[in-house]
């Protein structure tokens, strides 16, 4: 294990003059032309079918080792120079591969409309191994650009909209905020947001000043990238006879409206269980209005355990093992192994990730690790990812490409695992914190989840008319705060400029990234409550759910395990769970804080 800290890349390319990586870079495009040559012809023969399939998985396998190489780079240098002109190269192959997935959504579409298609699958191993992939690139045909200008929009979206997010990634890559920490500090804007959870109600407060002001360098261009995104997306949605921006990712998220409606009003329904926790909250920290931001992570009770990057790992490994041995070695072999990326440094991206290295069989993770429980808690999140992707390794890298919502089913399972074990064995002020830890980061999954959900919304509603200006994009985002914290929250203190540090607003790939973590948050809750009824059946069942994330709809997954999610009774057991947890930190605050409440 790198004891600085660092991610070890060589199992990819030990660097960018590695001879296998300039190979690997120069075959690409070799493939995707030999590829293109086998579709060309409408060959629906089950030699040149087969012949397809491997072909793809070739340039999957390419492509993706390439891109996660340089992207994995960036993420902790965001000046890196070989970095950005790789990553420009690999760009400029975007139009290409997106034609070429086109014309495969072209292809198979016309395969399904032959007489003997669903023979033709039967009697082949590899196709009936990929039926799932075939019939969802000939639905994927129904919404297809118009041919003759499909290629030109492609080439378009290399310069707009993957420039614009381009742009706003190495924006926040270097921003630094300057703070007067006894005296003027110019630290990471990474480093500053942590502050919010900092025991020192001065330096949480500053941390929150210094950050807004931060922003008034970058805001603006950001804003231009938002609505450039955003509003590129809607016109090439309808494009593609969508009615909707929402409507394209529900179904690129194999997820029907009516399930995440039917969650999102049992969502509305139980704001108020929430509130609770921060008026709660607000009182024991003497304010009267409702939590101002500045002290929505102040951490509650004490817990003097400050967590080594050495102490999280046993931590982890402890835990999981007990839950399933063969899970705490896989935890074990990550920190050993060199796949996290733990601390935060100049140039270095804010937040957290999972990224999968299929071909390798392993993952790479990226941390900001401060070393307080909410840090172990972030690393236990994205080793949930890399446990999830695990259980897709003996699939094809085709039938490894799992849903949005359900990507943050084993991740938020995790967390939960971790925060309830460690709650078992604690009493008093240390349990009080790490209690408080999980209703808060609850609190971010579903309340603030729901205030992004509005937000872009409202973006994506405006932007089709005008481009929305700072000021309105911030008072968009503290109305959506407003509507989602209502009175627990102090209306006084919001986050504006909350649209500027959240990186999913700007993916040109997916659109409302947001509602995903509360759907995780809520299923791996249903989970959970399957385990504590029968812990020893449940790991079996788990895995496999796990491993069918790739080859079947949403609703048709989580039915496999046991779980109706288009039914309210389904998400309200969660929230019922998460009251009942709300309910006993109450008590321990009562408890442990006399004289406050």
């Not at 990586?21 to 040559?37: A, G, R, T």
């Not at 947001?193 to 360098?217: C, D, F, T, W």
């Not at 709660?280 to 003497?286: E, P």
């Not at 812990?535 to 989580?558: P, W």
Request: hydrophobic share 35%.
């Amino acid at each position: 294990m790198n004891k600085d800290g660092f991610w070890d890349l060589t199992p990819l390319y030990k660097n960018y003059e590695d001879e296998t990586f300039k190979k690997e870079l120069s075959l690409l495009p070799v493939e995707i032309s030999k590829l293109s040559d086998l579709i060309r012809g409408k060959n629906y023969g089950t030699g040149n079918l087969e012949n397809i399939l491997v072909s793809l998985q070739d340039i999957e396998r390419l492509f993706t080792r390439l891109s996660n190489f340089v992207e994995l780079n960036l993420a902790v240098n965001a000046t890196s120079e070989d970095s950005l002109l790789f990553q420009d190269k690999l760009n400029s192959f975007q139009p290409q591969i997106e034609s070429l997935w086109s014309g495969l959504s072209r292809f198979f579409a016309g395969f399904g409309k032959q007489k003997d298609f669903e023979e033709t699958i039967n009697n082949s191993g590899v196709l009936k191994s990929h039926d799932f992939f075939i019939r969802e690139m000939i639905e994927s045909g129904n919404h297809l650009l118009p041919a003759n200008v499909e290629d030109y929009i492609f080439e378009m979206k290399r310069t707009g909209s993957s420039a614009w997010e381009q742009l706003r990634d190495m924006l926040d890559g270097v921003s630094t905020v300057e703070i007067d920490l006894d005296g003027i500090k110019t630290l990471p804007l990474p480093e500053i947001r942590n502050m919010a959870y900092s025991e020192n109600p001065e330096i949480r407060k500053k941390a929150y000043y210094a950050e807004l002001a931060s922003y008034k360098k970058t805001e603006i261009p950001i804003a231009f990238a938002l609505h450039s995104i955003k509003a590129e997306s809607l016109y090439l949605s309808k494009l593609k006879g969508f009615d909707s921006l929402l409507d394209e990712t529900l179904f690129n998220s194999r997820m029907k409206k009516e399930t995440l409606f039917t969650m999102l009003e049992v969502i509305r329904e139980n704001l108020g269980i929430f509130h609770r926790y921060y008026r709660l909250k607000s009182r024991i920290l003497g304010h009267k209005n409702g939590l101002p931001f500045y002290d929505l992570f102040a951490p509650l009770g004490k817990s003097e355990q400050k967590f080594t990057v050495d102490s999280a790992r046993k931590l982890l490994v402890k835990v999981f093992s007990d839950f399933d041995g063969e899970y705490g070695a896989f935890i074990d072999n990550a920190f050993e192994n060199d796949w996290i990326d733990f601390y935060p440094r100049e140039g270095k991206g804010g937040g957290a990730f999972c990224s999968t290295l299929h071909s390798e069989r392993a993952s790479r993770v990226m941390t900001n690790f401060t070393g307080t429980f909410s840090d172990v808690s972030t690393l236990a999140h994205e080793l949930g990812h890399a446990f999830h992707d695990s259980c897709l390794y003996n699939e094809s890298i085709l039938n490894s490409d799992y849903p949005m919502p359900l990507a943050e089913t084993a991740s938020t399972f995790n967390e939960i695992m971790l925060s309830q074990t460690c709650l078992s064995t604690m009493s008093g002020n240390e349990a009080l914190a790490i209690l408080d830890s999980q209703i808060s980061d609850w609190g971010q999954s579903i309340v603030d989840i729901y205030s992004r959900f509005l937000f872009e919304t409202k973006v994506v509603e405006t932007c089709g008319s005008h481009r929305m200006s700072v000021k309105e994009l911030q008072s968009a985002m503290t109305e959506a705060q407003k509507q989602a914290y209502g009175e627990g929250l102090d209306p006084s203190f919001l986050h504006p400029d909350m649209w500027v540090c959240k990186c999913h607003y700007y993916s040109t790939a997916v659109h409302f990234y947001n509602f995903p973590y509360a759907f995780g948050l809520l299923l791996a809750l249903g989970l959970f409550q399957m385990y504590k009824t029968d812990n020893k059946n449940f790991i079996g069942i788990y895995k496999k759910f796990l491993s069918l994330t790739g080859t079947n709809t949403i609703e048709e997954t989580t039915k496999k395990a046991g779980i109706d999610i288009t039914k309210k009774e389904f998400w309200q057991r969660s929230f019922n769970q998460i009251e009942k947890t709300i309910d006993e930190f109450e008590a321990l605050c009562k408890e442990n804080l006399p004289g406050i409440l």
